[in-house]
């Protein structure tokens, strides 16, 4: 069940107690900086014992009392309310003491909502968010329009108001975790590109992974949807929507079409936009997200659309999801290291129209692997497997390809480099977390195009 933070301005406005930031990392700082700029009483907890962001809490604060490791329920002894970082779950046993105690729940999402004047794009999915986001802020940009973005990408939205009065728009990356919590932003237009599973070590069950995910919709002025996921454009019967999706779009709606020569274009309804195949993007489902940041922009005062078709087209997209690594001998390496669960995989598996030799693995965090078979079976010609969850993957995989066990990434790559052939795609694309073998997501990618360039280039 998502959890509706229940406060005003005139809570953080009482003098009479502390606010208590749960959990410290780079959103947990900005929010510090935020109070102390309210001249707000602050104290930060965390249950960690080294949590990320506390030398630089302590050099920039070093008077802000900050507990680390053990969280008895007296540090909630004089608060107001508790401001909740994202990574520390709204369901947590220290939480429900505060609010049985009477104490609101916020996040910064709603303090930023509360005071930001212009218009809001707000985004969130469980694939491609951050590539529509980053898309979104490069093209608005060029277009003339004053964009900044943030949130669960970037910059944490409490340290975008220091910039308010240079800005036109708004472009938020919002995570589950952070819609938790979050009852005050009205989206000037608002999406969920799509839903699989994801965080079911956080969340009991896809249920309530979908309910804190559809939360974003219900104060939208407007929403853009996915027009072939029927979940979704059910959650959004009622309500002006705008759809996206690979195929004719109805008029107004965001889609594909061909001309006489049999060329595709993106369009909205039959009138034609730009070539598909002027994106300099990897993958039919990167069409898919421009086709989803167009309508998102869609209305946008302001915006030149000559300006914007050109720099979507230009738009090369973010490190770590299908980034081109290098072509050689015939073979392209494509890392996708910011697949860390199946649906991405599916999703970069069914963008790419060439024999793979699939490298995956490390954490499943729960997540169903079995939606992996199909588009396996349909794509890959051999897998090749590392990290903690191998031997799940391997079992869901067996039979649709020939399956390679390996102990590393070095290993990996050496696998791949004596199976691929001319023609093929070796792409990087784990359908789990990093965290049992790496630091992140992005030390994965890095580690895999360092020994490529070492193994494949020298």
Request: charged share 20%.
């Amino acid at each position: 069940m998502t959890i509706r933070a229940t406060i005003d301005e005139r809570q953080l406005s009482d003098d009479r107690g502390v606010t208590l930031v749960v959990g410290l990392g780079q959103t947990g700082l900005s929010c510090v900086r935020y109070l102390v700029r309210q001249k707000r009483l602050v104290r930060v907890v965390d249950s960690r014992l080294q949590p990320p962001g506390l030398a630089a809490m302590k050099e920039e604060f070093p008077d802000i009392e900050v507990v680390c490791g053990e969280m008895p329920l007296t540090l909630l002894d004089g608060c107001q309310c508790l401001l909740l970082s994202p990574g520390f779950p709204a369901t947590d046993p220290f939480v429900a003491a505060a609010r049985t105690q009477g104490l609101p729940v916020v996040n910064d999402i709603d303090l930023f909502a509360q005071q930001v004047t212009v218009p809001v794009i707000a985004v969130t999915g469980s694939n491609g968010k951050s590539t529509v986001v980053k898309m979104l802020g490069e093209i608005a940009s060029q277009a003339g329009i004053k964009v900044a973005i943030g949130g669960n990408i970037g910059i944490p939205v409490l340290d975008l108001l220091t910039v308010q009065n240079a800005v036109d728009l708004y472009v938020l990356e919002l995570s589950s975790f952070q819609l938790e919590t979050t009852s005050k932003l009205r989206p000037r237009v608002a999406t969920i590109l799509n839903i699989s599973p994801d965080h079911l070590d956080r969340y009991a069950d896809m249920a309530a992974y979908r309910a804190a995910k559809l939360s974003l919709l219900e104060d939208a002025e407007r929403i853009v949807l996915p027009r072939n996921d029927l979940f979704l454009m059910a959650a959004g019967k009622g309500r002006e929507v705008i759809s996206f999706a690979l195929d004719h779009a109805p008029a107004g709606h965001y889609g594909l079409c061909f001309d006489d020569n049999g060329k595709e274009w993106l369009a909205r309804g039959d009138e034609r936009l730009l070539p598909a195949d002027d994106l300099a993007l990897v993958g039919r489902h990167n069409r898919l997200n421009a086709l989803a940041a167009l309508a998102l922009l869609d209305g946008v005062a302001g915006i030149d659309r000559e300006k914007l078709l050109t720099a979507l087209a230009n738009f090369n997209g973010l490190p770590h999801r299908l980034q081109k690594v290098t072509e050689v001998d015939g073979v392209l390496w494509v890392n996708d290291s910011k697949a860390t669960n199946p649906g991405a995989t599916e999703a970069a598996l069914a963008g790419l129209h060439r024999p793979v030799i699939l490298i995956a693995g490390g954490q499943a965090k729960g997540a169903d692997l079995s939606s992996l078979r199909a588009a396996v079976a349909a794509h890959v010609r051999a897998a090749v497997l590392l990290g903690v969850d191998a031997d799940q993957l391997a079992d869901v995989l067996a039979g649709e390809a020939d399956i390679y066990r390996v102990k590393d990434m070095s290993a990996a790559v050496h696998q791949a480099h004596m199976l691929a052939v001319a023609g093929d795609i070796v792409l990087l694309s784990p359908a789990c977390a990093s965290l049992d073998m790496f630091a992140s997501y992005e030390a994965r990618g890095n580690e895999f195009m360092a020994t490529v360039q070492a193994e494949v280039e020298a």
